[in-house]
């Protein structure tokens, strides 16, 4: 089994920065792709933004330029720092993890349990 932790989300004014960070445990022989999706209410799940194990990103318009993705393959931790923030970037953030648990072996998806950011004055 596979969790993914995340922290950093909360209450911030439009223009305002945060910085979310996703932690995977359990049993991990590689992790190929890490990234965040959000949900805002009465909305649809989005991609905000993944990383390959490689580096490799793919940003979601709405973020390109204000948002960075980084990520400690180390740790098997991703962090999203999150710049000139909006109020359309209210939602639910969920970290998102696809992960191969043994040589060989299928890649499975893992979600995180969300954190919630908000952006308001």
């Known amino acids: 089994?596979?969790?993914?932790?995340?922290?950093?989300?909360?209450?911030?004014?439009?223009?305002?920065?945060?910085?979310?960070?996703?932690?995977?445990?359990g049993t991990i022989f590689s992790i190929n792709v890490m990234g965040w999706y959000r949900q805002a209410p009465g909305k649809e799940r989005e991609l905000v933004v993944g990383i390959t194990s490689g580096g490799s990103t793919n940003y979601a318009d709405s973020v390109k330029g204000r948002f960075?993705?980084?990520?400690?393959?180390a740790k098997n931790t991703v962090y999203l720092q999150m710049n000139s923030l909006k109020p359309e970037d209210t939602a639910v953030y969920y970290c998102n993890a696809v992960v191969n648990t043994a040589v060989g072996g299928?890649?499975?998806?893992?979600?995180?349990?969300g954190t919630q950011v908000t952006v308001s004055s």
């Open 68 to 73: 960075t993705i980084s990520r400690d393959n």
């Open 1 to 25: 089994q596979v969790h993914l932790v995340e922290s950093g989300g909360g209450l911030v004014q439009p223009g305002g920065s945060l910085r979310l960070s996703c932690a995977a445990s």
């Open 106 to 113: 299928p890649n499975l998806r893992y979600w995180g349990q």
